[in-house]
C-alpha cells in the first residue's frame, strides 16, 4: 500500500530512527513492524483482516481517522487520502 507521513519528525523516525528516543523501545519496534505490514499490504482491507493490529475507528474529533495499537499506551493514527494511507502521528492514549 502506497504510505506518505504528515509531518517530517515521523518520517525521519521511518527513514533513519530520529527521534527513536522519545518513545519506548518496543513502541519503536512496533512502529516498524505495522509500517512493513502496511507497506506490504495491497488495500486498507487486509489490515483490518489483521486482529492482531486492532484497527479502530475513531470518532469525535477524530471522525475520518483510524489508530492501529503499537502498545497498551500508543497509538499509531493514519487517515486515507484517495489511494494513500498518511500517517498523521503516533499518539499517547491513555485509559
Known sequence: MK??????R?????????GAHKYPRSVVN??????????????EGQLAQ????????????RKGQLSIRLSKQ???IYTRIEDCLVVLEISKHYR
Do not use: H, Q
Not at 10 to 18: A, I, V
Not at 50 to 61: D, H, Q, V
Open 50 to 61: 489483521i486482529r492482531g493490529l486492532n484497527l479502530e475507528k475513531l470518532g469525535g474529533r
Open 3 to 8: 504510505f506518505r507521513f504528515k509531518s517530517v
Open 30 to 43: 512496533n512502529f516498524f513492524e505495522v509500517m512493513s505490514i502496511i507497506e506490504a499490504a495491497s488495500n
Open 10 to 18: 515521523l518520517e525521519e523516525l521511518y527513514t533513519n530512527e530520529r
Open 74 to 76: 500508543y497509538r499509531l
